[in-house]
């Protein structure tokens, strides 16, 4: 079993920053393909992010390209999603997931095997 926490969300202004965290309570953690996702109310849960194990192989949403950036760092079992230039429409619950099965990122929500709690991001206009 394994269990991921995210924190970072809160309150921000259009044009502003946020980084999200996500910590996973497996030391094989190095082995996951990691990914962010988010759900607006009202919505299906959207692909935003995803990561290999190795960071070597990166996949973004559109709608986020060039202004988030998925990392991780295998020895603090971290996943990160650094967002700059939030917009309104960025507002979301956050989820990070954890797929052990392929070595490869996957944008599909049924790829991912474990997920954390969520963490809600608000952005103003």
């Known amino acids: 079993q394994v269990q991921l926490v995210e924190s970072g969300g809160g309150l921000v202004q259009a044009g502003g920053s946020l980084r999200l965290s996500c910590v996973a309570s497996?030391?094989?953690?190095?082995?996951?393909?990691m990914g962010w996702f988010r759900q607006a109310p009202g919505k299906e849960r959207e692909f935003v992010a995803a990561?290999?194990?190795?960071?070597?192989?990166?996949y973004y949403a559109d709608s986020v390209k060039e202004r988030f950036t998925i990392s991780r760092d295998n020895a603090k079992n971290t996943a990160s999603l650094q967002m700059n230039s939030l917009k309104p429409e960025d507002t979301a619950v956050y989820y990070c997931?954890?797929?052990?099965?392929?070595?490869?990122?996957?944008?599909?929500?049924?790829?991912?095997?474990?997920w954390g709690q969520g963490t809600q991001v608000t952005v103003s206009s």
């Open positions: 997931a954890a797929d052990f099965i392929r070595s490869q990122p996957s944008r599909a929500y049924g790829s991912y095997e474990y």
């Open positions: 497996k030391r094989t953690f190095s082995s996951y393909v």
């Open positions: 990561i290999s194990w190795s960071g070597g192989t990166i």
